[in-house]
């Protein structure tokens, strides 16, 4: 394709007009700067009061308000939401760290144990901007336990889940009574179980349903499955919600079963995905050459599966054994797909499809909706 041909005047108009751009877009950044310090000042607020991070009521209002406003002046409504919406996550960093209120004061000191792993640091440093002490306990410091234990108001445990019930069984029957005993394994019954079995005190098991580079917890949300003495750990409660977390109470039972479908069977079908295009020796340049939005989002939700450890992963998928009912169907399911396609019955996948979207109802477009956004995210990332 030629270039197209830019005279003089159309080189002095762009570069007036960009001039203009760029002044509008520098106020633009002293006028951020003016709301990360205001949002500055709110987090110290809130730090003193001990009022969560994330205010929802305060965003939908503050959300409609400039949807409005924006619609008056001509702006699109969904730009001036996607900025705000953005600007947030930034507040919710910025007042993370003015740290929080602490709401038990008279704790004692909290154990990590596993305190080395990615999650353990999140932890770790949230319980720290909390005002509280925390001691680490790692592979190696376990001739050291007693001391470490010694005083704890709160022991949280974790380790690679493969390991996780041998060592609550092996290692945590000595802890003083009124010392709170939690875990955040991603799964719940056995943890909790091994828990309650070897302590008379407070067990609670969590479940953050996030990774650990999530920046703040505004949002996430964490799972509690009650073990025994809830008000001993409510507290716990209460600071994980000021951390902007949102707790969502489950069986432990119901919780693991979820997970079978969320974690082993998506995982593993993501891994197995991984292992095709390596088996096909896929050339990724040339896939991401002519793939769509969506097709490159789901090759990135592949792809960092593969950039993290493989024993997570393993220790995930390999966590329940009726796991392997969920990823077993799933492949019987595929089979019986794959012969729809194999006879050439294409009235019969028509009909499976529209099947299928009754089913999910409502959330289809709900779906669509949000993967819409998503995708011109990753539209928006694209350079050059
Ligand atoms: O108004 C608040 O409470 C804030 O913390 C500020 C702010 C914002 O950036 O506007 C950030 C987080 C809250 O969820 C709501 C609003």
Redesign the pocket.
């Known amino acids: 394709m030629d270039k197209p041909q830019m005279n003089e005047k159309t080189t002095d108009d762009l570069e007036k007009l960009r001039g203009h751009i760029d002044n509008v877009d520098q106020q633009l950044l002293h006028l951020l700067r003016k709301r990360l310090d205001l949002?500055g000042q709110?987090?110290a607020v809130?730090h003193a009061a001990g009022v969560p991070?994330?205010?929802?009521e305060?965003?939908a209002s503050?959300l409609a308000k400039r949807r409005e406003e924006a619609a008056n002046m001509n702006v699109s409504p969904q730009l001036i939401e996607d900025i705000l919406r953005r600007?947030?996550r930034e507040?919710?960093l910025n007042?993370k760290d003015v740290g929080f209120k602490q709401v038990k004061a008279d704790l004692g000191h909290v154990v990590i144990v596993g305190g080395e792993g990615k999650l353990g640091g999140l932890f770790s440093q949230m319980l720290r901007l909390s005002g509280y002490q925390v001691k680490s306990l790692d592979k190696d410091d376990w001739q050291r336990a007693e001391a470490i234990f010694d005083g704890a108001g709160l022991v949280i445990v974790t380790v690679p889940i493969s390991i996780t019930c041998e060592l609550i069984a092996s290692k945590l029957g000595q802890l003083p009574e009124s010392c709170i005993l939690a875990d955040l394994t991603s799964i719940k019954a056995k943890p909790l179980d091994a828990m309650l079995t070897v302590h008379k005190g407070p067990v609670v098991g969590l479940h953050p349903m996030f990774g650990p580079d999530v920046g703040s917890l505004?949002k996430q949300v964490v799972v509690v499955c009650h073990g025994r003495g809830q008000e001993s750990y409510q507290w716990l409660m209460e600071q994980i919600k000021i951390w902007g977390a949102r707790l969502v109470e489950a069986d432990a039972q119901k919780h693991d079963k979820a997970m079978q479908l969320v974690q082993a069977m998506r995982h593993f079908s993501s891994f197995v995905y991984g292992l095709n295009l390596y088996r096909e020796a896929a050339d990724i340049d040339n896939l991401l050459q002519f793939s769509s939005p969506i097709y490159r989002l789901e090759l990135a939700m592949v792809g960092r599966l593969f950039a993290q450890s493989p024993e997570l992963y393993a220790d995930i998928i390999y966590a329940q054994r009726e796991s392997l009912t969920a990823i077993g169907d799933y492949l019987d399911n595929y089979s019986q797909a794959l012969e729809l396609l194999k006879s050439g019955n294409r009235q019969g996948f028509i009909d499976q499809f529209e099947e299928v979207a009754n089913w999910f109802g409502d959330f289809a477009p709900q779906f669509q909706r949000e993967s819409r956004a998503m995708l011109q995210s990753v539209n928006d990332m694209k350079a050059g």
């Open positions: 949002v709110v987090g809130k991070i994330y205010a929802p305060r965003e503050m600007l947030m507040s919710y007042e505004a």
